[in-house]
């Protein structure tokens, strides 16, 4: 079973996964993540452990990686769903321009099962910068 229960402590909830891992979950106080942004927080994890994996079969190790969401934007009226999600994809290392570029396109297009989820209500636009320079 997963879970979200409510702690008795304003809007703050703990959740918890199938493996006992938790979260605190918090619309005020700022105790732990808004439940909204623990979805982009899932989106960029999501596709960040897919992007790693493709370069890790192609044996295309990055010194850093990460995945950011530089912009986003929700509907003005209830529900406020995501409507434009901006990603940077940011790697360091000596690897080929355009193992990372395939890794992330196919993440994107193909294996993110949260990507093509918030896809159905935001545009998700994307930027791949290796070493500083885009590609």
């Not at 927080?41 to 452990?49: A, F």
Request: hydrophobic content about 35%; aromatic content about 6%; glycine content about 6%.
């Amino acid at each position: 079973m997963i879970e979200a229960k409510w702690t008795n402590e304003g809007l703050r909830f703990t959740g918890q996964d199938l493996d006992n891992h938790g979260i605190i979950m918090d619309s005020n106080d700022g105790i732990g993540p808004k439940p909204m942004q623990l979805l982009l927080m899932s989106l960029i994890g999501c596709t960040g452990m897919d992007a790693m994996s493709i370069l890790q079969k192609k044996r295309q190790i990055p010194n850093s990686f990460k995945v950011v969401v530089e912009n986003f934007e929700r509907a003005p009226e209830h529900p406020k769903v995501y409507t434009k999600i901006d990603l940077s994809y940011i790697a360091e290392g000596d690897i080929k321009p355009e193992a990372l570029r395939r890794s992330v396109d196919l993440s994107q297009k193909k294996y993110c099962s949260i990507s093509e989820m918030m896809r159905r209500t935001a545009e998700i636009n994307y930027k791949v910068i290796l070493n500083g320079e885009e590609v």
